[in-house]
């Protein structure tokens, strides 16, 4: 069932308390934007004032008009009507460095970093390791610490992917019947680490689906980790103890 207030908006007709919501709802709107810049500058002069780099910081914003379908009635009396009104865009960034490897060569670039301020301070969970908010200048220094850490795992990274292309390199001259040498990660049982761990290993892996593991150290050394020989594996207790037994008699 239409009600009154739907008719008069679907034949273009307003009533003067129709026109009345509708430019109540647009100064709103026009409060809202211009609420939004003010916060938005004085985020940016909050972090510029603390000490942030240029290039830790970002503030672009654009002002876009939209159109969109708003209900100026209730819930039982419904009045929808299309209005056109400005919405912002953008706003203050706040970069962090991380490791990128997408495209196999490990590389530090910006990432967004979520924050919010208040009463002073500056809240940002993913530096400073918790929701609490801290002093602007605490967070320069965290930002700092945080950058500093990355660089130093950039460096580890890449010496661990350049000694396992060494190693890689010379166990496929060391057996050359091997149908895969790859790394992965191998499942490692612990009690003391919440059940265990991961490992990065290099694969020998052979034809009859034999394989052998190497974990590689800091300095490029190679170490086996663990070796699976299927013929090995399929031997009984009786058929062990026979090769034992054997043994034993020459």
Not at 7 to 35: F, H, M, N
Not at 126 to 142: I, N, W
Not at 156 to 182: H, M, W
Request: aromatic share 8%.
């Amino acid at each position: 069932m239409t009600n009154e207030g739907q008719l008069t908006l679907e034949l273009g007709v307003r009533t003067a308390e129709q026109q009345e919501k509708i430019d109540k709802y647009l100064v709103s709107r026009e409060d809202e934007v211009k609420r939004q810049i003010a916060f938005m500058t004085n985020q940016y002069r909050i972090l510029v004032d603390a000490g942030f780099y240029s290039e830790d910081i970002d503030f672009k914003y654009d002002i876009e008009s939209v159109t969109r379908e708003i209900d100026l009635g209730t819930y039982s009396n419904p009045e929808p009507v299309e209005l056109t009104f400005d919405v912002v865009k953008g706003g203050v960034k706040l970069f962090r460095d991380e490791i990128d490897t997408k495209d196999g060569e490990p590389k530090i670039v910006k990432t967004n970093t979520w924050f919010t301020t208040g009463g002073g301070k500056i809240e940002c969970s993913s530096l400073v390791g918790s929701f609490r908010a801290v002093k602007p200048e605490t967070l320069v220094r965290k930002l700092k610490e945080h950058n500093e850490s990355v660089k130093t795992q950039l460096k580890y990274l890449t010496e661990r992917l350049s000694n396992t292309q060494k190693a890689i390199s010379e166990l496929n001259n060391e057996f050359p019947q091997a149908i895969s040498i790859d790394e992965k990660q191998e499942w490692v049982s612990s009690a003391s680490r919440r059940g265990g761990y991961t490992k990065n290993v290099i694969e020998v892996r052979f034809e009859d689906g034999s394989y052998v593991t190497f974990e590689v150290d800091t300095k490029g050394e190679k170490h086996i980790f663990k070796v699976y020989d299927i013929e090995q594996e399929a031997l009984t207790r009786e058929d062990k103890l026979n090769r034992l037994t054997n043994r034993l008699k020459k």
